[in-house]
């Protein structure tokens, strides 16, 4: 089998990756999406008059606990100790801007929770504003950075 593919074994098989020999270093890793929305369901959630409660508050806590449960979602995550999270939730004249920012010391990085943290913040606000607009665009769910680790420091151009 192909050497290079580093979550399959020599035989094909899906495998978690071994990281018992990797040292445990500060690593972190902020990703970015969007969700475009009407102009009415967008001024709801700014003004706090969703009947669902405060959307973006929501959002956040959904957003950091998704963080926190990655390698219950992703099968080949390894769990890891989180250290910190920040969801910024920012609305503008379209829709609203989730970034996240996840940190951790340990062997392995953290870009997948931060990519699960910024997407299930967006579900959560289209769940939370469906009622106003069923037709709420997620989208552009990205990396932006991420430091440390043997493959040191990168940032999306």
């Known amino acids: 089998m192909n050497d290079k593919l580093t979550h399959i074994d020599a035989d094909g098989s899906a495998r978690m990756v071994d990281i018992s020999a990797k040292a445990a270093t500060l690593r972190e890793a902020t990703a970015t999406g969007r969700i475009d929305m009407s102009p009415q369901a967008l ?7 969703v009947k669902k409660g405060d959307v973006l508050a929501v959002a956040r806590i959904a957003g950091i606990m998704a963080a926190k449960k990655t390698a219950d ?21 379209t829709g609203i801007v989730a970034t996240a920012t996840v940190g951790t010391t340990h062997g392995t990085g953290v870009e997948m ?6 997407s ?25 950075a991420k430091s440390g680790g043997r493959s040191g420091d990168w940032r999306a151009p």
Request: proline share 7%; with cysteine.
């Open 43 to 49: 001024a709801a959630i700014k003004a706090g008059a």
């Open 73 to 93: 979602l992703v099968p080949l995550c390894h769990p890891l100790p989180i250290s910190g999270v920040t969801l910024d939730l920012v609305p503008d004249d």
């Open 113 to 118: 929770e931060a990519i699960t943290a910024v």
């Open 120 to 144: 299930i913040a967006l579900v959560t606000i289209y769940d939370m504003a469906k009622a106003m607009d069923r037709g709420m665009i997620i989208g552009g769910v990205r990396l932006l």
